[in-house]
């Protein structure tokens, strides 16, 4: 029989690179990536805590003297991937890293929280806090920057400039930004549809929007001010914004562990009943039962229904009449017999695109979160659902970066797994989903 945490774990270690970071998977990403540092970290939490301690140090050592924490870490060279450190340039911001290149945009703030599944998943409880304890203020301080530079109105809800910092890259909900831009057709050489079926990646005309935020940012320097001011693309992401509410409430959890502390301990207390009141009050839908994006450059609700659309279950966002709506929503738009949960987006739209990466695909790291976030509001029927789905494609298809929802797409030895193979989340995930 097979043995999926025993190859899981082959995955990671495979994965692992000898400057003590994981890479999401060969060619394709090849080098430190924030959020799956994260996810990558709760794996090896189960049977290499000296690697999992690693991923994390390795990714905030990255952090700007701002506090701010990049969304690629560039500590090798690599000659397989589109843009590098030379697009980004990230040595523009004055307080960037002088000792590590990266990126100058970042992704969701998963640290804070992947700090308390660390402390909860290992049999030592001294020894990772002792781990935490010398890493959790790096955190608190990414906090303040996102509550600081990130929140031009006061309101407790973050914006990102770049659809590379939702992490949802391609989704159908920035469509319409782009249509409110006209870049010019960049000349460069795609790297990603070397590795990987171009019907399963962005198009080209996507990437030219995609630099050219990247390049108007460049021309501010990466200031945020400036950012919030001029980027054409200025949005309040509800997974975004519930992953930095669940990382406040792990850091408040935290630090009690730790004790003292308590002038942190409030200040975070204050954040999180501003985000979370403004998070109900500005992202929820009534007409679509969900919560959405909310566009300021626009200023607009975008009005689509995606997998980031639940993922406030996780943070405990919703009260328990929202979460139900949520929960409604989900089984009557997602929810079909014919179709493994969750699509990424809404397969009722006529944007939804089973192949194609976040237009559509399942993804084993929003499953995680929704079987989290479903189990904590009792709906356990439907977390297990969540769970087995991910179990049974990661079993059918192979540990790929995403899957096709369609059951009918895994007949006679076909399968829906695309885009990168050997993927180190599906792997970390799917051990965390297995224990
Ligand atoms: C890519 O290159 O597609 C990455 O997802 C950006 O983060």
Redesign the pocket.
């Known amino acids: 029989k097979r043995n999926l945490i025993e190859e899981a774990e082959k995955v990671l270690n495979n994965n692992f690179q000898k400057e003590g970071f994981t890479i999401p998977c060969e060619g ?2 090849p080098f430190q ?1 924030k959020w799956d540092s994260g996810f990558i970290a709760i794996g090896y939490a189960y049977f290499d805590v000296a690697k999992s301690k690693k991923e994390i140090t390795t990714l905030l050592d990255a952090q700007w003297e701002n506090g701010f924490i990049p ?2 870490v560039f500590h090798t060279d690599s000659d397989t ?1 589109f843009p590098g450190p030379d697009f980004h340039k990230s040595e523009l911001h004055p307080q960037s890293s002088r000792e590590f290149r990266s990126t100058g945009m970042t ?1 969701p703030p998963i640290t804070g929280f992947i700090l308390e599944e660390m402390h909860r998943i290992v049999e030592d409880k001294e020894d990772m806090l002792s781990f935490v304890k010398s890493h959790i203020d790096r955190v608190y301080k990414n906090h303040e920057y996102f509550y600081g530079q990130r929140d031009p109105r006061n309101e407790g809800l973050v914006y990102i400039y770049h659809n ?1 910092e939702s ?1 949802t ?1 391609n989704s159908p909900m920035w469509d319409d930004i782009w249509k409110t831009m006209n870049p010019p057709e960049y000349e460069f050489e795609r790297r ?1 549809t070397t590795h990987v079926d171009p019907s399963q ?2 198009s080209k005309r996507e990437y030219d929007h995609y630099l050219h935020i990247i390049e108007i940012a460049k021309n501010h320097n990466y200031d945020d001010k400036a950012i919030a001011e001029t980027s054409p693309f200025l949005i309040q992401d509800p997974l975004f914004n519930a992953m930095l509410i669940k990382s406040n409430e792990s850091l408040i959890n935290l630090y009690e562990v730790i004790g003292g502390h308590s002038n942190k301990i409030d200040q975070l207390r204050i954040w999180q009943r501003k985000s979370i009141r403004s998070f109900n009050e500005k992202l929820f839908n009534n007409e679509l039962g969900v919560y959405v994006h909310y566009d300021l450059r626009n200023e607009k609700q975008i009005s689509f229904v995606s997998s980031s659309s639940f993922a406030p279950l996780f943070a405990g966002i919703p009260d328990i009449d929202k979460a139900k709506v949520l929960v409604n929503t989900m089984l009557e738009r997602f929810g079909g017999e014919d179709k493994y949960l969750c699509a990424s987006f809404d397969p009722a739209n006529e944007r939804f695109n089973p192949k194609k ?1 976040w237009r559509g695909p399942v993804w084993i790291n929003l499953n995680w979160m929704l079987y989290y976030g479903l189990k904590k509001y009792g709906y356990d029927e439907l977390a297990k659902r969540v769970k087995n789905d991910s179990v049974e494609l990661i079993d059918k298809a192979g540990f790929y970066e995403y899957f096709d929802p369609r059951k009918n797409m895994y007949k006679n030895m076909e399968h829906g797994g695309y885009g990168g193979r050997n993927f180190s989340w599906s792997a970390a995930l799917l051990i965390d989903l297995l224990k």
Request: proline share 7%; glycine share 8%; no cysteine.
């Open positions: 394709l990403y990536w969304h690629i991937y992704q590379w992490g890259d990603d990646r962005p990466y």
